[in-house]
C-alpha cells in the first residue's frame, strides 16, 4: 500500500493549522501539529515523517510498542489515549508526552515509575470540559485544581498543561465554550500554582481550527493526515 497522498494531506493540514493561528493572533508556529497514526501501519508514519513530521500520536501502549523500536529515533512519540495503570511503565518509557492524564492515581504511579527508571516525561492533565460521561477527566472544577496541586509536586515529571476532548456532535459555539473553558482553567492553575502551563492540547481533525483559534497549541489530528481508519483490520 502507498501512502503517498499523506504529504500532501499534511501539507493542506498545516496549511489550514497556521491560517488559523494567524487568524486568532499568534504565529504559525505557536501552534504544533501532532500527526495520530493509530491503527495505521509504518508506512503511513514514514510517509508523514519523510516531509517533514516528527510528533506522532498512539492512543494505545500496545501500539506504540511495536511503532517506536522500529521507526526513527527521533520521532517525539505522544500517548494520547486513556492510559491503564498496568501500562504505565511502557508509557513513561516509550513516550516523550502523556497527554491523558487523568487521575491522582495514575500521576502519582507515572511519577513514581519515572523516578525508578531515570526517565521525566512531559505530562498533560486530561479534563473532561463537555461533561460526557463516555470521557475520561475530572469535569468539577475543584477536583481538576486538585490534580493540578499534586502534578506540580511531582519531581519526576514535568507538568507542561491540560487537554479535553469535544464531543463530536458540538457545534461551533459550543466547541468555542469548551475551547475556551479549557484555557481559563489553565489560567487558573497558572495563577494559582505560580508556574507556567504552556501547553493545551485540544482540536482533532473536525474541530481543530476552531480549537486553535480559541488557544490550543498542541492540535491531534489523524483523518485528516492519513485518511479513515478501518478498525476491522
Not at 127 to 133: A, K, L, T, W, Y
Request: with cysteine; charged share 25%.
Amino acid at each position: 500500500m502507498h501512502f503517498d497522498y499523506v504529504k500532501q494531506q499534511l501539507a493542506q493540514v498545516r496549511e489550514a493549522v497556521a491560517s488559523a493561528a494567524l487568524k486568532s493572533g499568534r504565529k504559525a508556529d505557536d501552534v504544533k501539529l501532532l500527526a495520530v497514526s493509530k491503527t495505521f501501519p509504518n508506512e503511513a508514519v514514514i510517509a508523514a515523517y519523510e516531509a517533514g513530521q516528527r510528533l506522532f500520536g498512539e492512543n494505545k501502549v500496545q501500539e506504540l510498542e511495536l511503532k517506536a523500536p522500529v521507526l526513527p529515533s527521533d520521532i517525539a512519540w505522544h500517548l494520547i489515549g486513556h492510559l491503564q495503570s498496568n501500562k504505565v511503565l511502557k508509557a513513561v518509557t516509550l513516550a516523550s508526552s502523556i497527554h491523558s492524564v487523568d487521575s491522582l492515581r495514575l500521576l502519582q504511579r507515572i511519577d513514581r515509575l519515572a523516578g525508578e527508571n531515570n526517565c521525566k516525561p512531559e505530562i498533560l492533565l486530561e479534563f473532561n470540559i463537555s461533561g460526557e460521561e463516555s470521557k475520561f477527566g475530572a469535569s468539577a472544577e475543584k477536583d481538576a485544581m486538585l490534580l493540578a496541586a499534586e502534578a506540580v509536586k511531582c519531581a519526576n515529571l514535568s507538568f507542561r498543561g491540560l487537554m479535553t476532548m469535544a464531543p463530536l456532535e458540538a457545534d461551533e459555539q459550543a466547541l468555542r465554550n469548551i475551547f475556551s473553558n479549557l484555557r481559563k482553567l489553565r489560567d487558573l492553575m497558572e495563577a494559582e500554582f505560580v508556574v507556567k502551563l504552556p501547553e493545551l492540547s485540544m482540536g482533532m481533525s473536525g474541530d481543530y481550527a476552531v480549537a486553535v483559534e480559541e488557544g490550543s497549541t498542541l492540535v491531534r489530528i489523524g483523518t485528516a493526515i492519513f485518511g479513515r481508519r478501518n478498525y476491522a483490520v
